[in-house]
T-cell receptor
């Protein structure tokens, strides 16, 4: 079985400050990891993914995430947050090397960036 | 089409009625997912289709819920004898062959309101 945990329901930061959204996962074997964002009244959009290779992956809108196998984490980061980054963020995992490609999502973290 | 299409975008139904939600995935995508998102909450997995394999129905909340997929195209989610707790946004997503390494693309969802 696979699962994802996003330990923070909400993250609040000031514009211009670094933003971190935490994610830990549990899978049998190695994972494929994803971040999605849901802006108010809009559908989910793909941000970035980790498949293999460099542990630091870069995605849309200046976001990046670092895969840490020993800590089973995949935290999302942005060096300087914008008010427009305020949204609901979801981490997701799919197991590598399995015929079961089901995506499992975390509960989501609401990010609020204040001006 | 260019993206995942869901219809209707909004549906209001009376308690006890049956509803059918439709999803047109991106052409060529073998994997198709249904999720439910209650207001302000995370994504709840419902069902997953992968190619010709038997669908993973482990997330369906009750026997009132069922889903079908015709080959690798359209999917319909049916809710029988709707209840007020079924009110939510129902999201469909698809991803291409290549399995779990490929990100899923989401439709805009169907907002179901049971009155």
């Amino acid at each position: 079985a696979q699962s994802v945990a996003q330990p923070e329901d909400q993250v609040n930061v000031a514009e211009g400050n670094p933003l971190t959204v935490k994610c830990t996962y549990s899978v049998s074997g190695n994972p494929y990891l994803f971040w999605y964002v849901q802006y108010p009244n809009r559908g989910l959009q793909f941000l970035l993914k980790y498949i293999t290779g460099d542990n630091l992956v870069k995605g849309s809108y200046g976001f990046e995430a670092e895969f840490n196998k020993s800590q089973t984490s995949f935290h999302l980061k942005k060096p300087s947050a914008l008010v427009s980054d305020s949204a609901l963020y979801f981490c997701a995992v799919s197991p590598l090397g399995s015929n079961d490609y089901k995506l499992s999502f975390g509960a989501g973290t609401t990010v609020t960036v204040r001006a | 089409g260019a993206g995942v299409s869901q219809s209707p975008s909004n549906k209001v139904t009376e308690k006890g009625k049956d509803v059918e939600l439709r999803c047109d995935p991106i052409s060529g995508h073998t994997a198709l997912y249904w999720y439910r998102q209650r207001l302000g909450q995370g994504l709840e997995f419902l069902i997953y289709f992968q190619g010709n394999s038997a669908p993973d129905k482990s997330g369906l909340p009750s026997d009132r819920f069922s889903a079908e997929r015709t080959g690798e195209s359209v999917s319909t989610l049916t809710i029988q004898r709707t209840q007020q707790e079924d009110s939510a946004v129902y999201l469909c997503a698809s991803s291409s062959e290549g399995g779990g390494s490929t990100e899923a693309f989401f439709g805009q969802g169907t907002r179901l309101t049971v009155v």
